[in-house]
Nanobody, 124 residues
Framework: QVQLVESGGGTVQAGGSLRLSCTGS????MAWFREAPGKEREGVAA???????NYADSVKGRVTISQDNVQNILYLQMNSLKPEDTAMYYC??????????????????????WGQGTQVTVSS
């Protein structure tokens, strides 16, 4: 049974930083998604098992996705946080061959495994 467990969420002021973690097994690709109230779940950042990473335009330059391949932990370092970053953040994992495509890696369609989410709230 695959289990993905997120941690690291919280409340920070605008301009602050947070690091999210997700424990689980290694997959072909993994990603962070977020879902704000009343909005669709959107891909934030994704990483393939060869280390290739890509980001949504809204977070480029402020967010870094990385993984510890020994401890099987996925990270999302978020800096210069904005109130519009407020959302529930989810870790996701996939074995799909579509992981080879940057655009597909940010699409929830290819991900079969999801964590329960961790809340990030950014106050202005």
């Amino acid at each position: 049974q695959v289990q993905l467990v997120e941690s690291g969420g919280g409340t920070v002021q605008a301009g602050g930083s947070l690091r999210l973690s997700c424990t689980g097994s290694r997959f072909t690709c993994m990603a962070w998604f977020r879902e704000a109230p009343g909005k669709e779940r959107e891909g934030v950042a994704a990483i393939k098992n060869d280390g290739s990473a890509n980001y949504a335009d809204s977070v480029k330059g402020r967010v870094t996705i990385s993984q510890d391949n020994v401890q099987n932990i996925l990270y999302l370092q978020m800096n210069s946080l904005k109130p519009e970053d407020t959302a529930m953040y989810y870790c996701a994992a996939s074995w799909s061959t579509l992981c080879g495509s940057e655009s597909w890696r940010l699409s929830r369609v290819i991900y079969s495994y999801w964590g329960q989410g961790t809340q990030v709230t950014v106050s202005s």
